[in-house]
């Protein structure tokens, strides 16, 4: 009996811990729970509303161009958001994902360390900036500026079509782009940071140690490792360039055309329609807007899933570093 | 193809730290010279900086001479670079790169030399050095799974093969076997009898009984203090330094009296 007892001098704390990781177990449980049915609720009532809304839809929903939700016969389709939000936030990846890894690998490889947290500090200021500011900048100072950098594109490249300019006030999904390239810069700069920071020591000095230069330790080894980092970061990026609401809104012209050019103003993107139209709207025109909403929601995660893809695929090649 | 080493009142710092204080030996050619002391004696130290790894480390840096066939690598012209292509080394722990397949990382050190391989060509040196560190029977299969997924001996062979690839002159060894098994270990110790015939081989080494079966000269360091920078105590033939060393502390580590 006192062996017994000695073995489990407190024997009542125990009993409290198991309590505490009852109730800790329950508290769990219990979020993930919440979380499911929060979910799913949504889940329910966008496809009731959105399939409310298509079932009035005189026009074809992925083709027609037009947005014409109240009074008899509404015909609207999301072929020109689909077309508007896929544009932008491409020429924002491209514009900033190249930017954001050069700047990443400045602020790992090149930069002198009492250098490297003051700038690493400013881009994450970058990141605090409220987009409808970024939209009154874009709006405000932007635009009137890239007037002249069109004009030179448009005698330059005009002839591709795609990067014509008629010469209106450059609020194009050009704009839009390259807008929402430096609102995604910060989040894909630290997350690419933080990645290339990363890569193991043993494998630099691998590099280094056969003969490799500065470049050639970051390509042999910084930026295959990193590559899984990179993918994420430009999706976490995308998600907010596909997402972005107020700084759209605030720079673009909205109309329901598809320009061939990218230059010429127009377009739309699924939040900047979301935004500029709901307040207007009726029960009905809320459906709509929901049902472009639920696409956007469902394009999201197909880029999600397609990131996902592409880590898993080298995941092999990315463990077992020491 | 293998180059004799003479260092030359070598002393090394990190940052203001003086790691190691006016060394002066020579490493001769097509043979194994173990470095051996306590931890702290500035043995590996010592080591990287015959490859001017030493300066990697922030604040790392050198004064004196390190002459590869009279020609100093601390000399103003010279290229880190180079030096480095023309002194390999094979770290503590295996560290093939983990993006990489068995044939790229073979490949790899001669990638980075600019020239361009036929495939056919960089197939047979890819062979001629798995052959070489003696892992080729054991991956030919697999020669386009990653090198991460091999056991930590053949982890260290690969990382062998990839040094020997480029053809240095010198193969540094900084404790080569120390996270193997015994088995993994001989397979090294084999090995390394065989590329001695062609390199010249400095091998640091923790383990006495190793330093006594695969070298044929040893340096012994040992540091005066704890914080003091370490010293070169003596270097001779290793069965001299084994069997009757000229200074007494030699003898008192090697037979396990201290250290």
Redesign the interface.
Known sequence: MNATTQRHPGGASRRAARLGDRIFAGLAKGSGITLLLTMAAVAVFLTVRATLALREDEGNFLTTFEWRTGGEDPEFGIAVLLFGTAASSLIAMLLAVPVAVGIALFLTHYAPRRLAAPIAWLVDLLAAVPSIVYGLWGALYLVPRLTGCYEWLDGAFGWTGVLSYAGAPARSLMTVGILLAVMILPIVTSVTREVFRQT?R??Q?????????RW?VVR??VL??G?SGIVSASMLGLGRALGETMAVATVLSPSFLIHASLLDSGGGTFAQNIASQFKEADTAGRDALIASGLVLFLLTLLVNGAARLIIAR?R??????? | MAKRIDVHGLTAYYGAHKAIEDITMHVEPTSVTAFIGPSGCGKSTLLRTL?R?HE?TPGGRVEGKVLLDNEDLYGPEVDP?????TV??V?Q?P??????SIYDNVA??LR??GIRYRKSELDDIVERNLRGANLWHEVKDRLNR?G??LSGGQQQRL?IA??IA?EPEVLLMDEPCSALDPISTLAIEDLIDKLKTRYTIVIVTHNMQQAARVSDRTAFFNLPAVGRPGRLIEVDATEKIFSNPSVPDTEDYISGRFG
């Open positions: 193991p043993a494998t000095e691998a590099a280094l140690a056969l003969g490799a230069t050639e042999m080894t295959p490792f590559r080298r092999e090649y990315a463990g077992a570093a020491l | 490859n790894m990697v670079v180079a030096v480095r292509r390999g080394m770290f722990r560290n093939p790169f983990p993006t990489m790899a050190g980075l030399n990653p991460s997924g990382c990839r040094a480029v």
